[in-house]
């Protein structure tokens, strides 16, 4: 096992890096332990968020899982989860299936909109942490995390397989700035290079084309669903923990991490842009409204807003400066955003559109 320190990914402060690192096996919870009821379960650290349906589905510590039928105002929190692992990602194909994962390689399925939850894979002795996990049509679905793990599904998750992450090498790409990440050996690429999968995304409904952010400044690109893999030249060589395929933009993407680094590509992830967001708070979560406008959230309260299609940002940062690992829009000026202090609605008032008025 490497002796490299895990990436924080949707960790949010040196704190909560404490709990990314492996469980030693013999220490690991048994299957059969479910997450505790917790009165103020909307408050606990929270590191996902999706949308089933119109409802949100939020996960977190020890197991907790919330839910809101109100854009965020108000939250319940689901009352059987059969684990009580921290949850690092959660993904819903329609209004009723989703797929989570977490810590001890665990996987959870629902089909009630997240009210109820199914163990259907858990793997402790492995020390690879689950991060996060995407679902296509057909009952497809790839749960990714730590040391380049890939796990996939065709059955909804109930059954799941490893299989060998193996990129095909990046090439150089005009425009990329030299010497970064770009030159990484082609063996150790083919080999997956053992890189921590952060997040995997898709570019559009249930695929074909997805993204995925790593560390080290990884970035990778499959146009089969997952079936393959390319490894995109990359723009740095610090982790990325988001990327951010822009609704309405064909080929455009936006890539995140460390150190307020942003970067947008007009070509499919072939080359990069750098964007100034006037922070160095790492970066871990992205989304973007129906209008076009896109946010980025990170650490110490950071929202980074764009009203031009995600090629300039404004920083709004919270008065609390609590970290914040993921968010979806509710409508065109409001944010649901989960992170250290739990679940909120921020508001994105006083960020006007591009040739336009802030009211």
């Known amino acids: 096992m490497s002796g490299r320190r895990l990436s924080p990914a949707a960790w949010l402060a040196a704190v909560i890096l404490a709990l990314a690192a492996p469980a030693d096996a013999a220490d690991a919870p048994p299957p059969s332990r479910t997450a505790e009821p917790a009165r103020l379960a909307a408050q606990a650290l929270l590191i996902a968020i999706a949308r089933a349906g119109e409802r ?6 020890r197991g907790i899982i919330v839910l809101s039928d109100d854009q965020g105002a108000s939250w319940t929190q ?11 990602g959660v993904y819903f194909l329609d209004g009723s299936h989703g797929v989570a994962v977490g810590h001890d390689e665990v996987i959870l399925t629902s089909a009630d909109a997240g009210r109820s939850w199914r163990l259907t894979h858990y793997a402790p002795e492995a020390e690879r942490p689950l991060l996060d996990v995407w679902c296509g049509a057909g009952g497809r679905a790839i749960a990714v995390g730590a040391y380049s793990t890939y796990l996939t599904t065709s059955d909804a998750g109930a059954s799941w397989s490893e299989s060998k992450f193996a990129p095909v090498p990046a090439a150089a790409a005009p425009g990329t700035a030299p010497g970064t990440a770009a030159g990484t050996a082609a063996a150790d690429e083919g080999a997956g290079g053992g890189y921590h999968l952060n997040r995997i995304v898709s570019a559009g409904g249930d695929g074909p084309r997805l993204y995925m952010a790593a560390e080290a400044g ?3 690109r499959s146009d089969d669903g997952g079936a393959s893999w390319r490894t995109l030249a990359s723009p740095y060589e610090g982790s990325f923990f988001g990327v951010l395929p822009l609704a309405g933009q064909p080929g455009a993407v936006l890539a995140f991490g460390l150190r307020g680094n942003l970067y947008r590509s007009e070509n499919q992830g072939a080359s990069w842009r750098r964007i100034d967001t006037g922070t160095v708070a790492m970066l871990d979560g992205g989304a973007q409204s129906a209008d076009g406008s896109v946010a980025i959230v990170g650490l110490s309260g950071t929202v980074l807003v764009s009203r031009d299609g995600g090629r300039t940002f404004i920083l709004l940062e919270q008065p609390d400066h609590t970290g914040l690992a993921a968010a979806v829009t509710a409508g065109d000026r409001s944010l649901v955003v989960v992170g250290e202090r739990g679940a909120r609605v921020v508001k994105l008032t006083g960020v006007a559109p591009a040739g336009g008025s802030s009211r």
Do not use: E, F, I, K
């Open 56 to 61: 949100l589905v939020a996960v977190g510590d």
């Open 78 to 88: 689901a009352q059987s989860v059969p684990t009580p692992a921290l949850l690092t």
């Open 218 to 220: 990884h970035l990778y």
